[in-house]
């Protein structure tokens, strides 16, 4: 038999933690949108910039934690292990098929539930009738006002790009697609609306926030599963868009001094 020791609880709880800083392909259409309007001759810089942005938080968050959260010496955990063998091919299609379908069956249902309630808050008022999806009467535009004052010191404080954040929680893919329609573009003319709603500064504090808050519903989920508690989840979901906010203000700030 062979053994090996880690420090499992503390691990998988770190890894929970700092793997939504790193960019997932969701964020690309962000990156790739946002460098064609501000950075166009420097577009595979600042998307290689925001990736390594993404991991050095990752590192940063993990000493912080190992020195506040995870103090100590971590206790040691040691697993037996069978002699390893060559898998056949029908126990490895066994298993692939069976971890596939239970993440299409687990992030399916919350994806497609997220869809009808973004849908929904789209589509229809405070009195539930129905209203043009990019006009200021809907349900969805109503929370992306509300909540424009606290984007007001990152530089957009603009409800439309506000509701664009709010449905990126459902898929990251959304907030490009959200900002086309509530400007009233195609994807053609999306880069040039974009330089009438930010600045080089807030473009680049957006990327930022972009970058660091949470990445989708699909990834709460898993979060809400490995913890099996709703209060742990909403504190590390608000946990990551305090840091995110916080990172964008700082990167809002320098960017003045600097441009």
Request: charge should be positive; proline fraction near 4%; aromatic fraction near 12%.
């Amino acid at each position: 038999m062979a053994t090996r020791t880690l420090s499992s609880e503390r691990d998988r709880i770190m890894t929970i933690l700092l793997t939504p800083f790193m960019s997932c392909s969701a964020k690309i259409p962000i990156y790739a949108v946002f460098t064609a309007a501000f950075f166009p001759e420097h577009g595979g810089l600042v998307m290689t910039l925001l990736y390594v942005g993404g991991m050095v938080m990752g590192i940063i968050t993990a000493k912080l934690l190992s020195k506040t959260v995870f103090t100590g010496k971590p206790v040691p955990f040691v697993m037996e292990l069978p002699n390893y063998r060559l898998p056949s091919f029908k126990s490895v299609m066994l298993l692939m098929w069976e971890k596939a379908w239970d993440f299409i069956r687990r992030a399916f249902t919350v994806i497609f539930v997220a869809t009808v309630v973004i849908w929904f808050l789209q589509h229809f008022d405070a009195q539930l009738n129905v209203v043009d999806g990019s006009s200021t009467g809907s349900l969805l535009s109503s929370i992306g006002m509300l909540l424009a004052p606290v984007f007001a010191p990152l530089g957009f404080a603009d409800w439309r790009v506000v509701t664009s954040l709010v449905t990126g929680l459902m898929a990251k893919e959304a907030v490009i697609s959200t900002l086309g329609v509530l400007l009233n573009v195609g994807t053609d003319a999306l880069t040039a609306a974009l330089t009438g709603v930010f600045t080089l500064r807030s473009a680049l504090s957006f990327l930022t926030f972009s970058l660091l808050y949470t990445p989708c519903v699909a990834a709460i989920s898993t979060i809400k599963r490995e913890f099996d508690s709703g209060i742990k989840t909403a504190c590390i979901v608000a946990g990551q868009c305090c840091l995110a906010w916080l990172a964008a203000f700082l990167v809002y700030a320098i960017a003045g001094l600097v441009i």
